[in-house]
């Protein structure tokens, strides 16, 4: 399936593999790399040389492109910035943040930049900053959220910029990918799906969660915070959704969740850890090698398209 984003970053499958803390290492992005898919290793907050390590990591097992996210709010950005530069990434997604005071060092670089947009504004600020392509993130999404849904804001942003624009949120299926396609956009990025790869490092709760996961189990933690997170119901997810209503505080409620990610990713621990995920987990039905999602999900979607 060829689109501008194949052709913007080199690869068979116009689909990228989200970039999630904790769970995006260099094994799974090598393995969508090499199944024709973009793989990305996530920065989140990790020091800059073990980074650094995973890319030389993930070249070692591929020749294909793959790229990183970086999390702009995250104290070692600039370190990070300058990491992707040295060891010469394909590409670059982020969030949390502007991404535009390493636009013109990436570009130069030869780094294609993708931000994530949760919205038109952003997506247009973006594109002047010289942004190659935008990934129009919905609520559906796992991990932090905007407000619109993937089927609304999709389109609107690509009425808005010239740009290929990707969609995120709530895909993992190829009926999701002939959606995305039909609301205009010219690839997709898909996180949760890749949950259930057999590359996937996550520990075995977390994948059994969210293979077990009906359309309902998930929700959304933090709105009060600002920076509002969906993931898996569980017993810690729900008490931390009882105490924003009983007024905790947002410095409270940051002391209860800080490491909750590894909590859940590296240690499985279903009591204290955030294990996120987006509401599409119902249609998680197995795990499978990451070439079996990629060829499932793109033979599906082609098969739609063509009728």
């Known amino acids: 399936m060829k689109t ?74 600039e370190d990070l910035a300058r990491v992707v530069i040295e060891e010469k990434v394909a590409f670059v997604t982020t969030g949390a943040g502007n991404p535009g005071k390493f636009m013109e060092q990436w ?3 030869g780094i294609k930049v993708i931000p994530v947009v949760p919205g038109v504004s952003l997506a247009k600020r973006m594109e002047r900053n010289g942004a190659d392509a935008l990934i129009a993130e919905g609520t559906e999404s796992g991990g932090h959220i905007g407000d619109n849904t993937t089927m609304c804001l999709v389109p609107q942003v690509v009425d808005a910029v010239s740009v290929p624009v990707i969609a995120a949120g709530g895909i993992a299926d190829g009926r999701g990918i002939a959606a995305s396609i039909m609301l205009g956009a010219e690839g997709v990025q898909v996180g949760t799906r890749f949950l259930a790869a057999e590359e996937c490092q996550i520990h075995t709760n977390f994948k059994d969660l969210v293979v077990k996961a009906k359309d309902t189990d998930t929700i959304v933690t933090g709105r009060f915070t600002g920076h509002p997170c969906r993931c898996v119901k569980t017993k810690f997810s729900r008490y931390l959704v009882q105490a924003e209503k009983d007024g905790i505080t947002p410095e409270e409620f940051e002391s209860m969740t800080v490491g909750a990610l590894k909590k859940a990713a590296v240690d499985g621990n279903i009591e204290e850890g955030s294990f996120l995920c987006g509401s599409v987990a119902g249609m998680v039905e197995k795990v499978q090698t990451a070439a079996e999602i990629i060829e499932e999900m793109f033979g599906k979607a082609q098969e739609l398209l063509k009728r």
Do not use: C
């Not at 769970?23 to 793989?39: C, Q, W």
């Not at 073990?50 to 993930?58: D, G, H």
């Open 4 to 77: 501008k984003i194949t052709e913007l970053l080199n690869i068979k499958y116009p689909i990228l593999q989200g970039g999630m803390a904790w769970i995006s290492e260099h094994k799974l992005a090598a393995a969508v790399s090499n199944a024709g898919g973009a793989g990305i290793i996530a920065g989140g907050n990790a020091p800059a040389e073990i980074i650094r390590e995973e890319i030389r990591k993930a070249r070692a097992l591929t020749d294909k492109p793959f790229g990183v996210n970086i999390m702009l709010m995250s104290p070692n950005a």
């Open 107 to 109: 570009k130069a670089a």
